[in-house]
């Protein structure tokens, strides 16, 4: 199993490529973890921490390797990595893309010097087309998280954060394959046993957690999350080797989590993650750790997310942080109705965005409508006193 002097290797190699990236403080990110630090990933080359790994394994690769041109598969990171990596080392490369992988993260790629091919699905249907060019090719094979360059390129995040902050307690990385978590956590238990190393996984696609809690290694039959850097069915044999012996526990957390999260970054940080590496956030957010009074690091490990999708994410968490809402209510419809409920909700200081009336539910009155008004509200508190209000003044809420 992969040792601590490999990850000290990739580093030396990784000088003068890979970013040093900072670890910032962030005492106001979540309630009751005033000591979080976050270890800034998205502001590595390619945007991603997946150079790392790419560019060692490359880096160790014969010529006759090189010479038979480089593949990969990759929801979009790993590309670029290997993009890069390849085109540096004068190898031609190819990487197989699912077909829903951001356009900014298949744009890059090409523009990196690989050749995209997109295939109809998931990463692990984009795995499946690469394996099969591979055994007809020939072409030298780099994994994005199943290998133990790669691995030991991945570890060097977990190096930095030892050699940047002291006293450090708790690191929470995100998992996909298990490749990130794998490296960090080698390095981080072979410096100090005693900090904690946790894993973080999107509900979806969860098949390195539900695998790390049946200690038996195990595939997924979906992978269905937003968070594509994570959005494997198919965790890694090694990695979940390295999990088993390092790792402390893995947590799941959902969509809706991961976008309030990547909004409360976004807020508060002024730091852009895409929703892989917001899932450490996430599980600091809601309390998926015992991490109260711990000095914790998230790694924030990449921050391509698709501007298409930004807009919608950043909707979902300001719902999931009790900012947004619609009420649904049943009312009577004659004048004066929407003023009432109009001047309740000022009174309570939110901000009405939308309102729409529904005459059409036949399972109401003739008279009766169900009026939706979109409110701008602070927080949870704010929106349970508006109903509270509205029902005493009469108004019945359904929604």
């Known amino acids: 199993m992969l040792a601590l002097d490999k990850i000290y290797q990739a580093a030396y190699v990784l000088k003068g490529v890979a970013r040093k990236t900072d670890v910032i403080a962030a005492p106001n990110l979540v309630p009751g973890i005033d000591d979080l630090y976050l270890k800034t990933e998205n502001l590595q080359v390619t945007g991603s921490f997946k150079l790392r790994g790419a560019f060692f394994k490359i880096s160790q690769l014969s010529q006759e390797e090189l010479d038979r041109g480089i593949i990969a598969c990759s929801a979009g990171n790993?590309?670029?990595?290997?993009?890069?990596?390849?085109?540096?080392?004068?190898a031609k490369s190819i990487v197989f893309m699912p077909d829903g992988a951001p356009i900014m993260k298949?744009?890059?790629?090409?523009r990196l010097g690989a050749e995209v091919r997109l295939v109809k699905g998931t990463y692990d249907d984009a795995h499946d087309a690469c394996a099969a060019y591979q055994e007809e090719?020939?072409?030298t094979l780099i994994h994005p998280y199943d290998d133990e360059d790669v691995i030991a390129g991945q570890g060097t995040v977990g190096l930095e954060i030892m050699d940047q902050l002291d006293g450090v307690d708790a690191v929470v990385v995100p998992i996909g394959g298990g490749g990130l978590i794998s490296g960090v956590a080698c390095a981080v238990k072979s410096l100090k046993p005693d900090c904690k190393v946790y894993g973080v996984q999107a509900e979806g696609a969860s098949a390195m957690a539900d695998a790390f809690h049946a200690g038996a290694w195990s595939a997924s039959d979906t992978a269905d999350t937003f968070a594509d850097g994570i959005q494997v069915k198919v965790p890694g044999e090694t990695t979940f080797q390295m999990c088993q012996k390092y790792v402390d526990d893995i947590v799941t957390v959902s969509d809706d989590e991961v976008a309030a999260a990547i909004l409360n970054l976004m807020e508060k940080q002024k730091v852009v993650s895409e929703g892989a590496g917001a899932t450490p956030v996430?599980?600091?957010?809601?309390?998926k750790l015992p991490l109260k009074g711990k000095r914790v690091v998230c790694v924030?490990?990449?921050?391509?997310?698709?501007?298409?999708?930004?807009?919608?994410?950043?909707?979902?968490?300001?719902?999931?942080?009790?900012?947004?809402v619609t009420l649904a209510i049943h009312l009577t419809d004659k004048p004066g109705q929407l003023v009432q409920v109009s001047t309740i909700i000022?009174?309570?200081?939110?901000n009405v965005v939308s309102v729409d009336y529904d005459l059409s539910d036949p399972d109401l009155p003739i008279s009766a409508c169900t009026l939706r008004v979109g409110m701008?509200?602070?927080?949870?508190?704010?929106?349970?006193?508006?109903?509270?209000?509205l029902e005493e003044e009469g108004f019945a809420i359904v929604g």
């Open 78 to 90: 790993h590309a670029q990595g290997v993009a890069l990596a390849a085109t540096r080392a004068g």
């Open 106 to 110: 298949v744009e890059n790629t090409r």
């Open 137 to 139: 090719s020939g072409a």
């Open 282 to 287: 996430a599980a600091c957010m809601f309390n």
């Open 300 to 324: 924030v490990s990449g921050g391509n997310i698709d501007v298409n999708i930004l807009s919608r994410v950043i909707n979902r968490g300001l719902a999931m942080s009790g900012r947004k």
């Open 346 to 350: 000022a009174s309570q200081g939110a």
């Open 376 to 389: 701008e509200t602070r927080d949870q508190a704010q929106i349970d006193q508006i109903k509270a209000k």
